[in-house]
C-alpha cells in the first residue's frame, strides 16, 4: 500500500511559520497527485492545497492563498507545504494524500491514500 508520512506540525505564534513534509520511502512520489489537507476538531476535513504529479497546479484553498505554498523535492521524494503568516483558523491535523490521476483537486474523497498526520497548532 501507499504510505505517507507527515512531519514539521508543531505549536506557533500567530504570524509565524511552519513547513510541513509529505514522505515517502518504497514509492516515488512524483508519480502521485499530492493534496494536502487539514481537520479541525468536530470539522470536516477540507483541502488547502494541492500538486500534480506532473507538477501541475498548484491550486490553493482561498483561505490560505497567498500564504501557503505547496512544492516537491524529486531529489528527496518529498512534498512540503510552507505554511506563512499562521492565524488561529489554521490550527488542525494537517495531512497529505495521494492519488493517481492527473488532476489537481481540493477534495478529500478524491484520494485513497493517506497520512497519520501532524498537529498544528496556532496559539498566543
Known amino acids: 500500500q501507499v504510505q505517507l508520512v507527515e512531519s514539521g506540525g508543531g505549536v506557533v505564534q500567530p504570524g509565524g511559520s511552519l513547513r510541513l513534509s509529505c514522505a515517502a520511502s518504497?514509492?516515488?512520489?512524483?508519480?502521485?497527485?499530492i493534496g494536502w489537507f487539514r481537520q479541525a476538531p468536530g470539522k470536516d476535513r477540507e483541502g488547502v492545497a494541492c500538486i500534480s504529479s506532473k507538477d501541475g497546479g498548484p491550486y490553493y484553498a482561498d483561505s490560505v492563498k497567498g500564504r501557503f505554498t505547496i512544492s516537491r523535492d524529486h531529489a528527496e521524494n518529498a512534498v512540503y507545504l510552507q505554511i506563512d503568516s499562521l492565524i488561529p483558523e489554521d490550527t488542525g491535523v494537517y495531512y497529505c494524500?495521494?492519488?493517481?490521476?492527473?488532476?489537481?483537486?481540493?477534495?478529500?474523497?478524491?484520494?485513497?491514500?493517506w497520512g497519520q498526520g501532524t498537529q498544528v497548532t496556532v496559539s498566543a
Open positions: 518504497r514509492f516515488t512520489l512524483d508519480h502521485y497527485n
Open positions: 494524500a495521494a492519488q493517481e490521476v492527473l488532476l489537481c483537486v481540493l477534495a478529500p474523497w478524491r484520494y485513497p491514500y
